[in-house]
């Protein structure tokens, strides 16, 4: 079997600085896993994969006409899902959005209800905080989903504004604030596209309707479903 050089060098770090478990911190994982076996028998799955008019669906309807929606996690504070996130987002461990991207996608082609995307499209990240994180976690999340669906992916939306975090503000305030920050490239064509618009974590859906919203404004024909890695609850 031919081994690459990244391959190695992967298989090297290891060795010298062993990885752990991104749900508890002190287990190793599990074979191909980020999760040591603890810690995935404890994982909160969903089942919006398989299920139509499903919650996240639900949750989105009304405010913007979409395919479909799944997530793969229900987000909760003092969950595994929580810690895995933000060793993401705070801890440049992006590994958890490429072994969720890759779980996704098999998940996505599995589900008899769900159409196969033509384009997957990343919620944008300000550069500023791009730069603050090392990486846009949305994007890395698609990329894996493209790479294991084999679709194109594409950096299709900006955005223009840099805005303050969004926790403990309600929908509103959150569209309100976000409403005119992100935009649709016009160098790009999505005319008559099946979008997948995928995102880390689904809370009130604020962001994913102010993209929505732009894409619509560039042309009304793309069709939008909506993945994300986790989905929280009790909102």
Known sequence: MKVTLKELGQALSHLIFPVACVGCGSSSPASD????????MDLPITDLFQNANNDME???????????????????KG???????????????????????????????????LEIPDIIIPVPLHQKRRYQRGYNQSKVFALSISDTLDIPHLDALI???HTESQTHKSRQERVSRLQGTIKTKQSVNLKEKHILLVDDVLTTGATIEVCYQALMDYDDSIKVSVGTMAIAENL
Do not use: N
């Open 33 to 40: 896993q980020i999760f040591c076996v603890p810690c995935l």
């Open 58 to 76: 639900y949750r989105l309807a009304g405010r913007m006409k979409i395919k479909s929606a799944a997530a793969l996690y229900y987000f909760a």
């Open 79 to 113: 969950t595994k899902i929580q810690e895995a996130m933000h060793s993401l987002k705070y801890g440049r461990d992006r590994r958890v959005a490429e072994h969720f991207g890759k779980h996704f996608a098999t998940q996505w082609l599995a589900a008899d209800r």
């Open 159 to 161: 955005k223009t504004t």
